[in-house]
């Protein structure tokens, strides 16, 4: 059922604890919104996310609006998202 993204993103304890919590640990109800859950990452696309080598800068900023400030005294720049 999962590919190797979802293992190493999803095979945890703490991970699958947050389907048992939202099921009232009811493991039969968890597991079952934990294969919906891959389901709708599959049908989104969202694990291609990773595969792309570049988002366009527009897209980024379209999305993200954020620019550059200045920097704090230790030289660190401040961003205004």
């Known amino acids: ?27 039969d109800r968890a597991f079952s919104n934990f294969k919906a859950f ?3 990452r599959k049908d989104k696309q969202v694990n291609q996310v990773l595969d792309n080598e570049e988002i ?15 920097t704090d005294k230790d030289n660190r720049p401040l961003w205004v998202i």
């Not at 999962?2 to 095979?11: A, G, Q, V």
């Not at 991970?15 to 009811?26: E, M, P, T, W």
């Not at 366009?56 to 200045?70: A, G, M, V």
């Open 56 to 70: 366009p800068e527009t897209k980024i900023k379209s999305l993200f609006p954020n620019t550059w400030y200045h």
């Open 38 to 40: 891959i389901a709708w």
């Open 1 to 27: 059922m999962l590919n190797e993204i979802d293992k190493m993103i999803f095979c945890s304890e703490a991970a699958f604890l947050r389907f048992l919590i939202a099921a009232d640990f009811n493991k």
